[in-house]
C-alpha cells in the first residue's frame, strides 16, 4: 500500500489529493478492522462487574469492607488480564477500549453501572438478597453490551473513539469512585 | 506549496501512515506493516522522518517475550495531520 507513494510532487493535483484522502481513510479501515477482542472479553468484564456490584452492596449492608476490596480486586484483575490480552492478541493499545468499555467511563457503561450499584445497595440494606444479586447481573450484562456498541461505533468512525480519557482523568475518577465506597463504609 | 499543505505529510505514503495511527492509541512496528502492505525499510524510513519531525513517537518495548517497537501519533503529528488533511480538502474543493 505505502510502497507505491513514495513520493509526490510539492503541490497535489485535486485527483490525487483525493486519491491519497481516500486511501488514508482506507488505511485506517483496515487496521479498525483488524482488531478482535479475546475470546470471553465482554462476558468476564461484565460477569467481574456484577461481581464487584455485589460484593459492594453486601460488604456496605453488612458492614464487611473487606468484601468491597475484594470485588474491587477482583474486577481490577479482570480488567488487567483482559487487557493484557486484547494488547497481546493485536500488537496494539488502544485507549479507548481501555477507558469506555473497560473502565466504563462511556455513558451507557457509567449510567447503567451507577443505577444498578445504586438499586443493589438499596435492596441489600432491605435484606432483599435475590434482588440484589439481580441488580448485579444487570448492572453486569448492561456493562457488557454497552462495551459491545461502543467495539461497532469504534469500527464505524475509528479516529473519533480510538483514544480514551487522560491518565490524570481516569486517576481522578478512580479516586472519586473509592472515597464515595469508603465513606459509605465509614457511615454505615 | 499550497497554504496549509505540511511538507512531512505531503507524501501520500506519510498521509496513510499518520492516518493509520489514528485509529489506536499505540501500534507494534510489525502489525502496523502487515496493515499496510509494506516493507520494514519502507516504514523505517517514514517513521523516521515524522519522529524527526515530532510528528511520531516510537519506544521500544517488550511483547509475548520478544523485542518490540511501538509507534504513537503525537498531539502535534495529530494537529499537523488535521490541518494537512483540512488543506487538501480546500485543494479538491477549488476544482469542484
Known amino acids: 500500500m505505502l510502497s507505491n507513494m513514495e513520493s509526490a510532487p510539492d503541490r497535489p493535483t485535486a485527483a490525487a489529493a483525493s486519491a491519497a484522502l481516500t ?27 456484577a461481581v464487584q456490584i455485589a460484593t459492594a452492596a453486601v460488604g456496605l449492608a453488612g ?3 473487606w468484601l468491597v476490596v475484594l470485588g474491587l480486586g477482583v474486577f481490577a484483575a479482570a480488567a488487567g488480564v483482559q487487557l493484557a490480552r486484547f494488547r497481546r492478541l493485536n500488537g496494539v ?4 477500549l481501555a477507558s469506555r468499555v473497560v473502565l466504563g467511563t462511556g455513558m451507557a457503561a457509567s449510567a447503567s453501572y ?11 440494606y432491605a435484606a432483599q438478597w435475590g434482588l440484589t444479586a439481580a441488580c448485579a447481573v444487570a448492572g453486569g450484562a448492561a456493562y457488557a453490551v454497552s462495551g459491545a456498541r461502543w467495539l461497532s461505533a469504534y469500527r464505524a ?17 478512580g479516586m472519586a469512585g473509592l472515597l464515595g465506597l469508603a465513606l459509605l463504609v465509614l457511615n454505615r | 506549496m499550497t497554504a496549509g499543505l505540511d511538507p512531512h505529510v505531503v507524501a501520500p505514503a ?7 495511527l489514528t485509529a489506536v492509541s499505540e501500534v507494534e512496528f510489525s502489525i502496523l506493516r502487515a496493515r499496510l502492505e509494506v516493507s520494514d525499510s519502507v516504514l523505517s524510513k517514514h517513521i523516521s522522518a515524522l519522529a524527526d519531525a515530532g510528528y511520531v ?10 523485542r518490540t517497537t511501538w509507534i504513537t501519533l503525537t498531539s502535534t503529528g495529530r494537529k499537523a495531520l488535521r490541518d494537512h ?12
Open chain 2, 85 to 96: 488533511v483540512a488543506a487538501l480538502r480546500r485543494l479538491i474543493d477549488l476544482v469542484d
Open chain 1, 114 to 124: 451507577a443505577l444498578a450499584l445504586g438499586a443493589a445497595i438499596w435492596a441489600a
Open chain 2, 14 to 20: 506519510r498521509l496513510t501512515l499518520m492516518t493509520a
Open chain 1, 63 to 65: 458492614a464487611e469492607p
Open chain 1, 23 to 49: 486511501d488514508a481513510e482506507a488505511s485506517r479501515a483496515a487496521v479498525a478492522r483488524g482488531l478482535f477482542l479475546p475470546s470471553w472479553f465482554l462476558p468476564s468484564l461484565g460477569a467481574a462487574i
Open chain 1, 157 to 173: 468512525e475509528p479516529a473519533v473513539h480510538s483514544r480514551g480519557e487522560s491518565a490524570v482523568w481516569l486517576a481522578l475518577l
Open chain 2, 57 to 66: 513517537r516510537v519506544r521500544k518495548g517488550v511483547l509475548a517475550g520478544r
Open chain 1, 93 to 96: 493499545w488502544l485507549g479507548g
